[in-house]
């Protein structure tokens, strides 16, 4: 959530925010109008209280007719405290509603518009001319199944659409992959964590994803539980209701976990394979840093997923992610998109979002400086989206004969194999 203070001294910043994301710009006006009523109420109840402190220790010392306008008067502060009361913990409680429903902040350099509105700011590496080497490529499924390594069709049966094995060498280059990457991230000084999938309903709304990505998640009715799409909702909450001295940040976690995502309004895109599917294994960054360093933070984060994609010998462009597909929690988003030769086009492999303060006033986390105790900021970014990557990787490193040459970064992880060489049939 944002700061109910900042939201007062400057609503216009609030309203254009909200007008970017293409959502309620009204939802601000209502939260400003509940939390006058908050804090006039709050007043209200304050001065009736001391009233009423101030008339119990004036009864005793009456008498006759002034005792009993005393009481009478008693009796009236009885039931207006009472009413003050239930005033105030209803404007509280719908400030508190209003105030969950409204997104981040969005920065101000962040281009405004839907999801076709990103900016490309860098393209790295060299896409494959395949007409050139004399063959047409194969997508990842068919390399997959020529390999041994994927299996949708016993992942329908088992589990319905969306759901796949890793067989082989196709599991074998999943722990490759994770591997790697926890390598990377633990020489860049993040603490390795495998989180829980399950978590709690306040872990999974403090990070901000029972907002407008509630539909996308899978909920536990019998025990209140939701299964996570990502383990920056554990990452987040790991800190919850803590205070974390200034001289401990920051602090830097990659967590590994399988995410869960329901993938609600995908119907028919990327139904083929293991681009888009409902269950995956990821390696996630995160990083807890004094506000006024959540843009640098941001930048290094970036940089480390860009030192991954080039470590697969990937080629990918960075985007600066528009205004309206940002998500609730980012103030900002860049996003890495791998070239994805038998698609002709860039797709998302990671992402990094600066979600400033939003994520700690939600979830209680502070950190203290001296004598001041004030949210910090989170950040995440993802390294390895596995399924993804094995598509990314078959694509652009295959060979002419159906076997895919395996990028040196993983070679050490695959028993120092070159390449994945099609199975006997």
Not at 27 to 41: G, P, Q, T, Y
Not at 236 to 245: L, T
Not at 400 to 423: I, Q
Request: charge should be negative; include cysteine.
């Amino acid at each position: 959530m944002i700061d109910l203070r900042l939201l007062r001294e400057d609503p216009d910043r609030a309203r254009a925010s909200q007008r970017a994301r293409g959502e309620d710009v009204a939802l601000v006006d209502s939260l400003l109008s509940a939390d006058e009523r908050r804090r006039s109420s709050g007043v209200r109840f304050d001065e009736l209280r001391a009233e009423q402190k101030q008339l119990g220790k004036l009864i005793p010392k009456a008498t006759g007719d002034e005792k009993a306008e005393l009481l009478k008067r008693a009796e009236q502060l009885k039931a207006d405290v009472k009413a003050a009361d239930a005033e105030r913990d209803a404007a509280d409680a719908e400030t508190q509603e209003l105030l969950l429903r409204l997104g981040n902040l969005v920065h101000p350099d962040v281009p405004v518009g839907g999801e076709e509105d990103f900016v490309t700011l860098e393209t790295h590496g060299t896409i494959r001319d395949f007409g050139a080497e004399g063959f047409e490529p194969k997508d990842h499924l068919e390399l997959g199944q020529i390999l041994g390594a994927i299996d949708v069709e016993r992942g329908a049966k088992v589990s319905g659409s969306r759901f796949y094995f890793l067989t082989g060498v196709g599991a074998l280059l999943e722990l490759a992959l994770v591997n790697a990457a926890i390598a990377q991230a633990t020489a860049a000084g993040f603490t390795p964590m495998l989180t829980p999938a399950l978590v709690r309903p306040q872990s999974m709304a403090g990070t901000g994803f029972l907002g407008q990505a509630a539909q996308d998640v899978y909920h536990l009715d019998k025990d209140d539980l939701y299964l996570v799409g990502t383990s920056e909702v554990p990452l987040a909450a790991y800190h919850m209701d803590e205070i974390i001295d200034a001289d401990r940040l920051p602090l830097r976690y990659a967590g590994f976990s399988p995410c869960f995502r329901r993938e609600a309004g995908s119907h028919g895109k990327d139904t083929r394979g293991i681009f888009r599917v409902h269950q995956f294994d990821k390696v996630e960054m995160f990083s807890y840093v004094a506000p006024e360093d959540s843009q640098a933070e941001h930048q290094r984060l970036l940089e480390w997923e860009k030192q991954w994609l080039t470590s697969l010998e990937l080629p990918f462009r960075v985007i600066d992610v528009a205004s309206g597909d940002l998500g609730s929690s980012a103030a900002r988003k860049y996003d890495c998109e791998a070239w994805i030769p038998t698609q002709g086009k860039y797709r998302e492999l990671t992402s990094t979002s600066d979600c400033t303060e939003f994520q700690s006033r939600r979830l209680s986390i502070r950190v203290r400086d001296g004598k001041q105790v004030k949210p910090l900021a989170t950040l995440n970014g993802t390294l390895c989206a596995v399924p993804r990557t094995i598509v990314a990787i078959l694509e652009n490193h295959q060979q002419a004969d159906g076997s895919v040459r395996v990028p040196e970064v993983l070679r050490p992880y695959l028993g120092g194999r070159e390449v994945l060489e099609p199975v006997a049939k």
